[in-house]
């Protein structure tokens, strides 16, 4: 672990981040390539050489149990390999340093029950029918790695706060890290800045509080709601976030109160086809909000399409359910409004204005970093005589002479760079 100081808006603060390794990971992701590599040649060698003395009749025992110890070394290799290539990318995960330096609409926000992440690390997604686009896969990519690489494909950067107290950050999202007593704050300002927050629904209580402040704080149309749960669990996570966002509505007054206090959860869909047997890992649907805060349960139902394999599938409510989800998100995004940032004050004492202090004119913005745009150089003015200044009636210093300077002083050069220009020696 590594404890560094920030400097946040209450004062400073320490944050426990996880202690990386560049060097550990990169060698761990690749003895885990070259591992699986070996790994599924030697399986394919041992079913080959069951095969051929099969074919040519002079398979023995001995051939059998070469071949069979072959196979399963192969895949024990490829499984050990990926796990290595996971734990080499937890590694070389990139960390937001500063939450607060993030750019206004430059990422997406991603917010979760922390013990959703276990979960998700286990479940490994259907391999996709591309042969080019499973070239660039990993093969032990997490579920969360596979939503990321979609939003961030389709929308933005994906961000999302470290679990306190990790040893390393998994792979996806990039993590920020935040202090235990003290992170609502910089969690409300990341929402406010965000051009998406996507939001896993949990029954936790600084799940529910992150539920009610993007209500708050957002339009519909910069919000979506992920469930990863059953019918029965997410009917107890509506009935917990009823509770939750009457008692937050009761805490505030004027618009934002009633908007909490209107806001409804829709009921879980059913499957299309109840009796079909399917098994569904990962997301079982997304709720999008219209522009009155009306939900709409989108649901991914394996039963609505067909195909032979898994892994069709996977492919068929991908095209049919969730790239049309994710076209409506990027509309909506277009039409929404742009986040509303509240600026912190300088830290600096205001300036005076050049020449202002006479009248009183006081500046308190920073002063401008902008240089002066060039001039370029043009033809020296002719040298003329000015006006003799007659002075004022009872002074006696000299008369001053509004002149422009004597010829050659300072178009020698404007007219040497001109002869440059049109190529002249």
Excluded at 100 to 124: C, H, M, N, T, V
Excluded at 236 to 254: H, K, M, N, T
Excluded at 292 to 309: G, H, K, N, Q, Y
Aim: hydrophobic content about 40%; glycine content about 10%; proline content about 12%.
């Amino acid at each position: 672990m590594r404890v560094n100081r920030h400097d946040g808006g209450g004062g400073q603060f320490e944050v426990t981040r996880p202690r990386q390794v560049r060097s550990v990971g990169c060698g761990a992701r690749g003895v885990g390539c070259v591992t699986r590599v070996l790994g599924f040649l030697v399986a394919v060698a041992g079913l080959n050489r069951i095969r051929t003395r099969t074919m040519f009749g002079i398979l023995t025992t001995e051939d059998v149990v070469i071949g069979v110890l072959m196979l399963a070394g192969g895949i024990v290799a490829v499984f050990t390999g990926s796990r290595l290539s996971r734990f080499g990318r937890r590694h070389t995960a990139r960390l937001v340093k500063d939450a607060g330096a993030l750019e206004p609409q430059s990422y997406i926000l991603y917010l979760r029950p922390f013990d959703l992440d276990d979960e998700l690390y286990r479940i490994k997604p259907v391999p996709v029918l591309n042969p080019i686009r499973r070239m660039h896969t990993p093969h032990s990519r997490t579920w969360e790695e596979h939503m990321v690489w979609h939003l961030r494909f389709k929308l933005g950067p994906v961000v999302a706060v470290g679990r306190p107290g990790e040893r390393l950050p998994l792979a996806g999202a990039r993590r920020f890290y935040l202090p235990l007593n003290d992170w609502k704050p910089t969690v409300s300002d990341a929402i406010r800045k965000a051009r998406l927050v996507v939001l896993a629904t949990g029954t936790s209580e600084g799940t529910l509080w992150e539920f009610t402040e993007v209500v708050r704080l957002l339009p519909p149309e910069r919000l979506l709601v992920t469930v990863f749960t059953d019918e029965p669990e997410y009917d107890r996570f509506r009935a917990a976030a009823r509770a939750a966002f009457a008692a937050r509505a009761a805490e505030l007054q004027g618009e934002e109160a009633r908007r909490l206090a209107a806001f409804r959860w829709p009921a879980y869909p059913p499957l299309k086809k109840p009796d079909a047997l399917t098994r569904v890992a990962g997301t079982r649907g997304y709720i999008v909000f219209g522009r009155d805060w009306t939900p709409e349960f989108v649901r991914i139902d394996p039963s609505a399409v067909r195909a032979l394999t898994l892994a069709g599938r996977n492919h068929a409510m991908t095209r049919r359910q969730v790239n049309p989800l994710m076209r409506r998100i990027k509309r909506g995004l277009a039409q929404a409004p742009a986040p509303t940032v509240i600026p912190a004050p300088p830290p600096y004492a205001p300036d005076v204005a050049p020449g202002s202090a006479e009248q009183g004119l006081v500046v308190s913005g920073p002063p401008s970093r902008t240089a002066p745009a060039p001039t370029s150089p043009g033809p020296p003015p002719p040298a003329t005589d000015g006006p003799t200044v007659p002075p004022p009636p009872g002074a006696t210093a000299p008369p001053r002479r509004t002149s422009t300077p004597p010829p050659g002083a300072g178009s020698r050069r404007g007219r040497t760079r001109r002869c440059r220009g049109r190529g002249t020696p």
